[in-house]
């Protein structure tokens, strides 16, 4: 049995929790798989890298509760999953986010991504910061050879469907193994606000896939 880390959207995590309940809930079913979701303290109160910082306490805390916790006793903790999605995304990445979802013409949901990162980068930060543009981390062909292989999910009518494109199209100039997949005609963070549609199963079946893989 697998085990995944699962890094919520930003404050959908507390508005929609059920939504993300009803989801993680079925993809455990689905892929065998125990999994550990993470509420991670919001920005403004704590700006990053204090997300970063709480999920990657959590995978300490779960280091830790092997020999104390019984469900973990069928896990297996040799292969374990990060997942996450929108803000959460970039969480797993520790970083991955740049402007081209200005080619969109979205403005609204434009000047709602900026505002986001301004209360969330550290004071004083643009969106050039790596945490916010990946392309500004500078790691070695030795640190780009111990990253995972990758999925990447995008949503067909999302507005941040480029970003995501992208960041796979880098992650493969980097010589990371990565695979794109698009679920078309669907919105931003489908999963959880249609936890049981056709779609959200088509995805966690996906999911499961790319762990059984391993």
Same mark, same amino acid.
């Given at each position: 049995?697998?085990?995944?880390?699962?890094?919520?959207? =930003?404050?959908?995590?507390?508005?929609?929790?059920?939504?993300?309940?009803?989801?993680?809930?079925?993809?455990?079913?689905?892929?065998?798989?125990?999994?550990?979701?993470?509420?991670?303290?919001?920005?403004?109160?704590?700006?990053?890298?204090?997300?970063?910082?709480?999920?990657?306490?959590?995978?300490?805390?779960?280091?830790?509760?092997?020999?104390?916790?019984?469900?973990?006793?069928?896990?297996?903790?040799?292969?374990?999953?990060?997942?996450?999605?929108?803000?959460?995304? #970039?969480?797993?990445? #520790?970083?991955?986010?740049?402007?081209?979802?200005?080619?969109?013409? &979205?403005?609204?949901?434009?000047?709602?991504?900026?505002?986001?990162?301004?209360?969330?980068?550290?004071?004083?930060?643009?969106?050039?910061? =790596?945490?916010? #543009?990946?392309?500004?981390?500078?790691?070695?062909?030795? &640190?780009?050879?111990?990253?995972?292989?990758?999925?990447?999910?995008?949503?067909?009518?999302?507005?941040?469907?480029?970003?995501?494109?992208?960041?796979?199209?880098?992650?493969?100039? #980097?010589?990371?193994?990565?695979?794109?997949?698009?679920?078309?005609?669907?919105?931003?963070?489908?999963?959880?606000?249609?936890?049981?549609? &056709?779609?959200?199963?088509?995805?966690?079946?996906?999911?499961?896939?790319?762990?059984?893989?391993?």
């Amino acid at each position: 049995m697998s085990f995944i880390g699962e890094a919520s959207a =930003y404050f959908k995590a507390q508005r929609h929790g059920l939504g993300y309940h009803t989801f993680l809930g079925d993809f455990a079913v689905a892929s065998q798989s125990i999994v550990l979701s993470v509420d991670y303290r919001h920005a403004p109160e704590n700006r990053l890298p204090i997300a970063y910082d709480d999920c990657y306490s959590s995978l300490e805390w779960l280091s830790c509760q092997v020999s104390s916790e019984p469900w973990l006793e069928r896990a297996d903790l040799s292969r374990v999953f990060l997942s996450g999605d929108s803000a959460g995304g #970039n969480i797993v990445h #520790n970083r991955g986010e740049d402007e081209k979802e200005r080619a969109g013409g &979205e403005a609204e949901n434009l000047a709602l991504t900026d505002w986001m990162w301004k209360l969330s980068l550290p004071e004083g930060s643009n969106r050039d910061h =790596y945490w916010c #543009n990946y392309e500004m981390a500078e790691l070695s062909r030795a &640190e780009w050879c111990r990253f995972p292989p990758a999925v990447v999910y995008v949503a067909g009518l999302d507005f941040l469907k480029e970003r995501g494109v992208m960041y796979a199209a880098f992650l493969e100039k #980097n010589g990371v193994e990565v695979k794109l997949v698009e679920a078309e005609g669907e919105k931003h963070v489908y999963h959880m606000l249609h936890p049981e549609s &056709e779609a959200t199963r088509l995805l966690q079946k996906q999911m499961s896939e790319f762990i059984h893989n391993f």
